[in-house]
């Protein structure tokens, strides 16, 4: 495997994670979901309170997360079936595989909708959040703790690989919160100037295949070590699973 030439300086990455809505969703999944239910009012004003400062990350969590309450699983499915895609993702992740790079998910959705995209786009392993799915429904939440520093911690412990061999892309202020940590940050089709500039790489395109050459080598031979801290509460919080674990 030969180094290209560009700002790459540090090893080659073993583990590339995505986030989920605006990156690899184009748009934002849980307006869709919202829409379904008829509460597109209640989810516009939900974004105007937590881009406004009103709403905390765990407070807008716990309201987009609600808009599922009660909805059948199959339908939550069929709403994901029917939502746009970064095109040529299957065959990008399928060169990832080429390579032996490990494909994650690292969002803020929860288990049911990882899963999901495990089984239709080849993701190796994902780390979401937990939400009870119970006789074929989906339960409501009341506490939501979510870092997803701390999803980090998890895919890393789950592959045993070290953050300087990872590369996570994504288009929100969560997502920039984690770039420091590992050895690329890549601000994917992000509309947000604050993760932009926070980010090591920014990307615009509708093709996944033009990521491939960013997903080789780490930008950052030497990422900040991980916040040590309590672990969060059970439910709500961060979970890392395989397909079919």
């Known amino acids: 495997m030969e180094r290209q030439e560009g700002p790459y300086a540090g090893k080659p990455i073993r583990l590339v994670s995505f986030d989920v809505d605006g990156t690899i969703a184009i748009g934002h999944g849980w307006r869709a979901i919202a829409s379904f239910r008829g509460e ?3 989810f516009d004003r939900a974004q105007d309170l937590f881009v406004g400062g009103e709403a905390t990350e765990d407070e807008h969590l716990r309201r987009l997360l609600n808009f599922a309450r009660g909805l059948p699983l199959s339908d939550l499915e069929g709403i994901l079936d029917r939502t746009h895609h970064l095109p040529h993702l299957v065959p990008t992740i399928a060169a ?5 790079t490990k494909v994650a998910l690292l969002t803020h959705n929860p288990l049911y909708v990882c899963r999901w995209y495990a089984r239709h786009y080849g993701f190796d392993l994902f780390a979401g959040v937990q939400q009870s799915v119970r006789d074929g429904t989906i339960q409501g939440v009341r506490n939501v703790h979510v870092d997803k520093r701390e999803g980090l911690r998890l895919l890393l412990q789950a592959t045993g690989s070290s953050p300087s ?3 996570h892309l994504g288009d929100g202020l969560a997502d920039a919160r984690v770039f420091p940590y590992v050895a690329s940050g890549i601000a994917l089709n992000s509309r947000i100037p604050e993760v ?4 090591d790489l920014t990307v ?3 093709d996944a295949r033009k990521l491939l050459p960013l997903l080789r080598y780490g930008v950052r031979a030497h990422p900040r070590p991980l916040p040590s801290g309590d672990p969060p509460p059970r439910v709500g919080s961060f979970r890392c699973e395989r397909l079919g674990s």
């Open 40 to 42: 597109e009012e209640a």
């Open 96 to 100: 990832l595989h080429a390579r032996g």
């Open 165 to 167: 061999e990872v590369v």
């Open 196 to 199: 932009r500039a926070r980010a």
């Open 204 to 206: 615009d395109t509708r």
